[in-house]
């Protein structure tokens, strides 16, 4: 009976080694180009703003990548968020890009909530032929990893701490995760955007930030829900449409939904509590009067600004 025991044990020691092999060998495997869209979808409808402001705010479209990373376009200043590009056997983007590197535009800057390798890819981005590009990172470790690749200009921001490129103001502004995170304001041509990174719902977020930005055109927001280790780390669908009721954005975009991490870890490590569906639905059951927009990988959404008339409320 010992005998027989000890051989249990023996093998079931054996397959743990083995499995821990395995994803040792996983973990070390190098990162590979992530899919890319074989044709961009046609421009979603756009989406009519009415303002009081005069003169009317600038041009301002918004193209969805995948995940976090998104391009925002300013009258032709090109901000690029959270760029990630390739895949490793733990992080799958769950859809293809919308461009690959070599397919950006000139970007006039690039805004990095943490360091986490799915919002972060410098190691692909440092294909990205324009070094002097201006980069905003949250942390120096970020900044002197990016300087690493030959970038050379980039700055870590801290909450509430502003740099001017060009006509832009971007601004950090508080967030939270399993690592240090920072989210964005981004402004131009009278226009306002906050992107979330995957940050999770928290206070300074809807008591602070609506104090010092009142008017956002566009709310990028994360949904998935994402439970680390049974810990969230990123807020769900219902608590981005409560963010959204706070700050009021005249359109509303949900991002970072369609990630997932491979059979292993998606059995042993995380768990997924929100969806683009469930923000929309959400937004459906709140009093936000925000057009909610879920936009392709590549697809074009384009902001269109229109005086408001004496009798209509403007947003």
Do not use: C
């Not at 943490?114 to 970020?142: C, G, L, N, Q, R």
């Not at 680390?228 to 963010?243: I, R, T, W, Y």
């Not at 970072?256 to 491979?262: E, L, P, Q, R, S």
């Not at 995380?270 to 923000?279: D, I, M, N, Q, V």
């Amino acid at each position: 009976m010992k005998r027989r025991t000890k051989i249990v044990l023996f093998s079931v020691l054996g397959f743990i080694g083995v499995l821990a092999a395995v994803i040792a060998a996983l973990l070390l495997w190098p990162a590979w180009p992530a899919p890319v869209v074989a044709s961009r979808p046609a421009d979603a409808p756009p989406a009519t703003v009415t303002t009081a402001a005069q003169p009317l705010p600038g041009k301002l479209a918004i193209t969805r990548v995948a995940h976090a990373s998104v391009l925002l376009d300013f009258d032709g200043a090109q901000v690029l968020t959270d760029p990630w590009f390739t895949e490793k056997e733990e992080y799958h983007h769950g859809e293809p890009l919308g461009f690959a590197i070599k397919d950006l535009p000139k970007l006039t800057a690039v805004v990095v909530s943490h360091e986490h390798y799915d919002h972060y890819d410098i190691d692909a981005f440092a294909a990205y032929p324009d070094k002097s590009v201006p980069m905003f990172v949250a942390t120096k470790d970020m900044a002197s990893d990016a300087r690493d690749k030959g970038f050379t200009n980039v700055r870590a921001l801290e909450p509430w701490q502003s740099a001017q490129v060009g006509a832009l103001t971007i601004t950090a502004a508080p967030g939270a995760h399993g690592t240090y995170e920072v989210t964005y304001v981004i402004q131009g041509n009278g226009n306002t955007v906050f992107f979330g990174g995957d940050s999770k719902l928290i206070p300074p977020l809807e008591t602070e930030l609506p104090k010092r930005f009142p008017t956002i055109d566009v709310a990028l927001l994360p949904v998935n829900g994402l439970h680390a280790g049974g810990k969230p780390v990123v807020m769900n669908d219902k608590e981005a449409a409560k963010l959204a009721g706070e700050l009021h954005p005249a359109v509303a975009i949900p991002i970072h939904y369609k990630f997932h991490a491979g059979i292993i870890y998606d059995t042993v490590a995380l768990s997924y509590h929100g969806t683009a569906e469930g923000f929309v639905q959400a937004m459906k059951a709140s009093s936000s009067k925000a057009d909610v927009r879920i936009l392709l990988p590549g697809q074009r959404l384009e902001i269109v600004h229109a005086a408001a008339a004496a009798s209509e409320q403007p947003r």
